[in-house]
């Protein structure tokens, strides 16, 4: 099989060992950007705009703190990142009614409302609602996410691509240890998004046998750890348990940083 540039990236995620080659795939991603984001992201101003608005989730605020490198670009983030909110949550607070450039004395915010507004739900109600629904967006939002959503995306599309054209990539997909459960529902519905109506049946089959053959296979692994705590089978071999619970946690929700 001829590999493609494009290609290069799944073909190096299946070829290794491991309880989800998507997971390989996201890992690999996520670190790429959290070094763009300390990095060459600084001198992009259209990067810039862009964290200001939505500033990251609290893993990659996490993982970009935990890095230790560039605390500098990082806190130059963070600054224009609040300044941003900042600016905003005053518009809102002052300004979302007309009322002025924020010198408003807020018990006459509420009053100005309430001679606006009518109906059941109160002014202060709505007033609230309003700045709950702006920060659960916020919460949602993620520089490095939203970059991860779309690449994962084209990702997936190449796995349907080599699954329904390279048999010989068929037949490495065929030979995984199965996926995360995450990443098992991500290739399900990828099955009626990319394939047509002969091909699905057979990827669907496949795939739940290979992923309900290897959960099984894992809960025994997991099952034969917490018997080795057992004295009676102290000398016995571990087999493939000794990181049992690791890879069993991977399974179960993605790829996750443990200690």
Same mark, same amino acid.
């Given at each position: 099989?001829?590999?493609?540039?494009?290609?290069?990236?799944?073909?190096?995620?299946?070829?290794?060992?491991?309880?989800?080659?998507?997971?390989?795939?996201?890992?690999? +991603?996520?670190?790429?950007?959290?070094?763009?984001?300390?990095?060459?992201?600084?001198?992009?101003?259209?990067?810039?705009?862009?964290?200001?608005?939505?500033?990251?989730?609290?893993?990659?605020?996490?993982?970009?703190?935990?890095?230790?490198?560039?605390?500098?670009?990082?806190? +130059?983030?963070?600054?224009?990142?609040?300044?941003?909110?900042?600016?905003?949550?005053?518009?809102?607070?002052?300004?979302?009614?007309?009322?002025?450039?924020?010198?408003?004395?807020?018990?006459?915010?509420?009053?100005?409302?309430?001679?606006?507004?009518?109906?059941?739900?109160?002014?202060?109600?709505?007033?609230?609602?309003?700045?709950?629904?702006?920060?659960?967006?916020?919460?949602?939002?993620?520089?490095?996410?939203?970059?991860?959503?779309?690449?994962?995306?084209?990702?997936?599309?190449?796995?349907?691509?080599?699954?329904?054209?390279?048999?010989?990539?068929?037949?490495?997909?065929?030979?995984?240890?199965?996926?995360? +459960?995450?990443?098992?529902?991500?290739?399900?519905?990828?099955?009626?998004?990319?394939?047509?109506?002969?091909?699905?049946?057979?990827?669907?089959?496949?795939?739940?046998?290979?992923?309900?053959?290897? +959960?099984?296979?894992?809960?025994?692994?997991?099952?034969?750890?917490?018997?080795?705590?057992?004295?009676?089978?102290?000398?016995?071999?571990?087999?493939?348990?000794?990181?049992?619970?690791?890879?069993?946690?991977?399974?179960?929700?993605?790829?996750?940083?443990?200690?």
């Amino acid at each position: 099989m001829k590999e493609q540039i494009y290609t290069i990236p799944v073909m190096d995620a299946f070829k290794e060992e491991s309880e989800c080659p998507i997971c390989l795939l996201e890992k690999k +991603l996520e670190d790429q950007y959290v070094d763009y984001v300390l990095g060459p992201s600084l001198m992009e101003p259209d990067c810039r705009i862009e964290t200001n608005d939505k500033g990251f989730c609290r893993r990659h605020f996490e993982l970009l703190f935990n890095k230790q490198e560039n605390r500098l670009g990082l806190g +130059l983030i963070i600054d224009t990142h609040l300044n941003e909110q900042n600016k905003k949550l005053r518009q809102k607070y002052y300004g979302a009614w007309g009322q002025g450039d924020g010198n408003l004395n807020p018990s006459s915010l509420i009053k100005s409302i309430q001679s606006k507004l009518s109906g059941k739900k109160s002014a202060g109600d709505i007033y609230t609602d309003s700045l709950v629904q702006y920060l659960t967006d916020l919460e949602n939002k993620c520089f490095i996410c939203d970059k991860m959503n779309y690449t994962m995306e084209r990702y997936i599309d190449v796995v349907f691509y080599l699954w329904l054209k390279e048999n010989e990539f068929r037949d490495l997909f065929n030979s995984k240890k199965g996926f995360c +459960l995450k990443h098992f529902r991500t290739l399900l519905e990828g099955a009626k998004k990319y394939l047509d109506s002969k091909h699905v049946p057979e990827f669907v089959n496949n795939l739940v046998k290979i992923e309900l053959e290897n +959960l099984e296979r894992i809960q025994k692994e997991v099952h034969w750890f917490t018997e080795k705590f057992d004295y009676r089978n102290a000398d016995a071999p571990w087999g493939n348990s000794k990181d049992a619970v690791p890879r069993s946690i991977q399974k179960l929700v993605g790829y996750c940083n443990l200690k």
